[in-house]
């Protein structure tokens, strides 16, 4: 009877071993996650370090010349006007003739899709990120939506800046950490879309703003070629001219 005792007691005493084992080791695997979560906030020396790899490669195997049939833009009808007048910088009738184009198919996500582009360069920014968000639901998962995303949170959080009254070592590290989130949103943009030149110019001038500049500049330097029918050509030529 003593020694069944004894084999029991020691069974316990193996279970409760075990389980603190269990519990230690669970502890310190959650510890590492939590540990490796806060490493990769956008301004973190590892979540540099993959920016970085990425924009590398992402300026390797940007396309050395424009495909003449090539639109980052899904085609619509009026989609020609469209960038006609942005071409031009006259994104007020851009807006008007993607209304009308609304106008005529408005369950279209292409349509909203553009849309919300012109209502971005006309510096209404709720207003193009409710399109966004329309043309979302409507079924659009392309590159330009996710491109225009990074494009409008950015542009939104800089207007937030320009009007805060915090101090400006905060606005600047606010600023900084949304340019990190907006880069990677635009180098998800050129990984699947390599022939993006808007996409890839922002996420190069993004990188030279967070301080990744030999990696922003190469970039930037590779894209030529994507912005020779742009409507951000002006501000690509002048952003290279100041580095220049």
Known sequence: MDYVVIYILLALALAAFVLALGLWWRGRRIHRNEAAAADLTPLSAENLRQLRSRLRTVANHLPR?????????????????????????????????????????????????????????????????????????????????????ARIRLAATEIACSRDQTAADDLAFRLRNESAEALEMLLDVVERDPAFGDAAYHAGRLAIRIGLEQEGREILYHVAPLMEASPERADYLHEVSRLN
């Open 65 to 149: 010349q424009r495909a003449l049939t090539y639109c980052d833009f899904p085609a619509i009808d009026a989609a020609a006007t469209i960038e006609a007048w942005l071409l031009q910088q006259r994104p007020e009738n851009a807006r008007a003739a993607a209304t009308i184009a609304l106008r005529s198919d408005p369950r279209n996500w292409r349509v909203r899709l553009h849309l919300a582009r012109t209502l971005f360069y006309c510096e209404e920014m709720e207003a193009a990120a409710r399109e966004l968000v329309r043309a979302r639901l409507l079924g659009d998962n392309s590159p330009a939506q996710d491109y225009l995303e």
